[in-house]
């Protein structure tokens, strides 16, 4: 497997893997090196609700996505307890529900193809949380506490095709009337 971390320029890079050589690189969030159609899988966490144009990273996505490439994006659920903590990651950028996100992704030609929900414990240090954390989690998927997850988990696919929409098929023009007026 062929692995590359992009870390936005704004956010700066890290080393990556810690122990091994390099494979972060530092780029702009919506021109990535790479060429079109060229990448199988992606995973984007903190980089959605992080990113000043999420549409435009969407399409940069869309962009070198396969045409069977899959992309999961980790969010922070807008309805959950951690989006309401300074000492996360997921406190900071835009939070995202279910229902905005798949809305997003359609309207930058990817489909959503499954979801989930995590971390369902609370955001603490505290050892008690700490060591209940693996409880926490088992019960949320169990009882689907999905409205207190602190991050949503969505895979979603590349559009290749563009769906029927009847705005657009009731405003193209008839191609017979074009042809009116031309008969004796």
């Given at each position: 497997l062929n692995w590359t971390c992009?870390?936005?320029a704004q956010q700066g890079v890290i080393h990556w893997p810690s122990e091994r050589e390099n494979?972060?690189?530092?780029?702009?969030?919506?021109?990535?090196?790479?060429e079109s159609n060229s990448v199988d899988s992606l995973l984007v966490a903190h980089g959605l609700e992080t990113c000043e144009n999420p549409n435009l990273l969407l399409q940069e996505i869309w962009r070198v996505l396969s045409p069977s490439g899959r992309v999961i994006f980790v969010v922070p659920n807008r309805s959950g307890l951690w989006v309401r903590s300074d000492v996360t990651p997921f406190g900071y950028g835009r939070p995202y529900s279910l229902r905005q996100l798949e809305k997003q992704l359609l309207e930058n030609r990817l489909q959503l193809d499954s979801h989930l929900a995590a971390l369902f414990g609370p955001p603490s240090e505290r050892a008690y949380w700490l060591k209940t954390m693996g409880f926490c989690?088992?019960?949320?998927?169990?009882?689907?506490?999905?409205?207190?997850?602190?991050?949503?988990?969505?895979?979603?696919?590349?559009?290749?095709?563009?769906?029927?929409n009847a705005a657009i098929r009731d405003s193209l023009i008839d191609p017979m009337g074009v042809l009116q007026g031309l008969t004796k």
């Open positions: 992009l870390m936005p494979k972060s690189l530092l780029v702009e969030e919506t021109s990535w090196p790479f989690e088992k019960v949320g998927r169990t009882v689907d506490l999905r409205m207190l997850a602190g991050a949503l988990i969505v895979q979603a696919g590349k559009q290749n095709y563009l769906k029927p």
